[in-house]
């Protein structure tokens, strides 16, 4: 099993923005997929972007399409997922998962990870 550790969640008002990391501990992040994922209260886990371990494919859901963008140091052994222009609809626990590969859906989710991270919270308010 990967782990993974997510950091950089907190409180922001809407119209904000954050960044969350990824980051690896016993294996090299660069050699796989990894996804960004996000749960709310009483909601299914969604899968909100992924890159594949090239860098050169990414996917987002069509919630935060132009909004939010995934990216990877490989040097650094980090994913991030910059989030700008946050809604309160985007608070939720945000989880990172890796597999070698993903696949995604017409509304550009991503599915098919199968090593995770513990998530950090984000809350969007005023």
């Known amino acids: 099993q990967l ?3 997510e950091s950089g969640g907190g409180l ?4 904000g923005s ?6 690896a501990s016993g294996f090299t992040l660069g050699n796989y997929a990894i996804g960004w994922f996000r749960q709310a209260p009483g909601k299914e886990r969604e899968g909100v972007s992924c890159i594949r371990s ?3 494919s990414t996917h987002y859901v069509d919630s935060v399409k132009g909004r939010f963008t995934i990216s990877r140091d490989n040097a650094k052994n980090t ?3 910059q989030m ?3 809604k309160p609809e ?3 626990v945000y989880y990172c998962a890796a597999n070698k590969d993903y696949y995604s859906d017409y509304r550009g989710a991503c599915y098919g990870m199968h090593s995770w ?3 950090t919270l984000v809350t969007v308010s005023s």
């Open 3 to 5: 782990q993974l550790v």
């Open 12 to 15: 922001v008002q809407p119209g």
């Open 18 to 23: 954050l960044r969350l990391s990824c980051g």
């Open 54 to 56: 090239s860098g050169g």
């Open 79 to 81: 994913v991030y997922l």
């Open 84 to 86: 700008n222009s946050l």
């Open 90 to 92: 985007d608070t939720a």
């Open 117 to 119: 991270g513990k998530g």
